[in-house]
């Protein structure tokens, strides 16, 4: 029997368990899992900037008395590490509209310990059900 093989190039979803995780939403709201927050210093809060010629989002730590700070909040009421942030402003300022949740697939921790998310380097998440495979073609 002939097999015609399609290689699945993007590689593994990065794990909670060590991996830096970071989406963000159709509806502008960032999730950042608990190695991301533990490499930003485990701030309450975080400062956007953007750098227009890379297309790329900094999150640097920040006290949450400065008036530019977005509070981290917890995802839910578990006490999961990971924290949310709306960003709704900063998306429409930016003009940044993802069609759904992308995963930034290289996040990267600059030597400043600003936390760099490449809009170039994404990728589509889906919600995962608990449900039988259904195999589309």
Same mark, same amino acid.
Request: aromatic share 6%.
């Given at each position: 029997?002939?097999? *015609?093989?399609?290689?699945?190039?993007?590689?593994? &979803?990065? !794990?909670?368990?060590?991996?830096?995780?970071?989406?963000? !939403?159709?509806?502008?709201?960032?999730?950042?899992?608990?190695?991301?927050?533990?490499? =930003?210093?485990?701030?309450?809060? +975080?400062?956007?900037?953007?750098?227009?010629? #890379?297309?790329?989002?900094?999150?640097?730590?920040?006290? =949450? *008395?400065?008036?530019?700070?977005?509070? /981290?909040?917890?995802?839910?009421? !578990? %006490?999961? /590490?990971?924290?949310?942030?709306?960003?709704?402003?900063?998306?429409?300022?930016?003009?940044?509209?993802?069609?759904?949740?992308?995963?930034?697939?290289?996040?990267?921790? &600059?030597?400043?310990?600003? =936390?760099?998310?490449? =809009?170039?380097? !994404?990728?589509? +998440?889906?919600? #995962?059900?608990?449900?039988?495979? %259904?195999?589309?073609?």
């Amino acid at each position: 029997m002939d097999y *015609n093989w399609e290689e699945f190039d993007e590689g593994p &979803t990065p !794990t909670a368990k060590g991996d830096l995780y970071v989406t963000l !939403t159709d509806r502008r709201r960032m999730y950042l899992n608990g190695p991301a927050i533990e490499a =930003l210093g485990n701030p309450d809060g +975080v400062t956007l900037m953007y750098d227009r010629r #890379r297309s790329t989002i900094g999150l640097r730590p920040s006290p =949450l *008395n400065r008036r530019s700070t977005y509070k /981290l909040r917890k995802k839910d009421k !578990t %006490n999961s /590490l990971g924290r949310v942030i709306s960003i709704a402003n900063f998306c429409q300022r930016h003009h940044i509209c993802p069609d759904g949740t992308i995963l930034f697939t290289a996040p990267e921790l &600059t030597k400043d310990g600003i =936390l760099a998310l490449d =809009l170039n380097e !994404t990728r589509n +998440v889906e919600k #995962r059900s608990r449900r039988k495979v %259904n195999l589309r073609q």
